[in-house]
């Protein structure tokens, strides 16, 4: 047996890094395209931020994480979580984390506040 567990471990996550989907958010005429995965590590502010009770701003959080154009580069910036959080139309945002986050796109805020 070659290689050790953590290599093929990396190996994996390396892989799935690679795998790219698509969502087309139709009331800003853009395509997102996102990574199926996420290290721990980007995780961890969403992770705390949950644990804390500030699901939505997890949400956005999830969202300047994961998003990102046809090249793989993200699309937002952390300094624009106030914008996305005070300024944006927040049915479209859930409904984005939601499918990012490989749930169902017709989260509402309610169901968020439930968990």
Do not use: C
């Not at 793989?72 to 624009?80: Q, T």
């Not at 927040?90 to 990012?100: H, M, N």
């Amino acid at each position: 047996m070659s290689g050790s567990v953590l290599d093929k471990a990396t190996a994996h996550y390396q892989s799935q890094l690679k795998e790219m989907k698509s969502y087309y958010v139709e009331e800003w005429d853009t395509t997102i395209y996102y990574r199926t995965t996420s290290s721990l590590q980007a995780e961890s502010e969403v992770v705390e931020l949950t644990r804390k009770g500030k699901s939505i701003e997890a949400l956005v959080v999830s969202i300047i994480n994961k998003a990102r154009d046809e090249d793989g580069k993200p699309i937002f910036k952390k300094l624009d979580k106030d914008k996305l959080m005070r300024e944006v139309d927040p049915q479209v945002v859930l409904r984005i984390s939601s499918v990012l986050n490989g749930g169902d796109a017709e989260t509402t805020v309610e169901d968020v506040e439930k968990n």
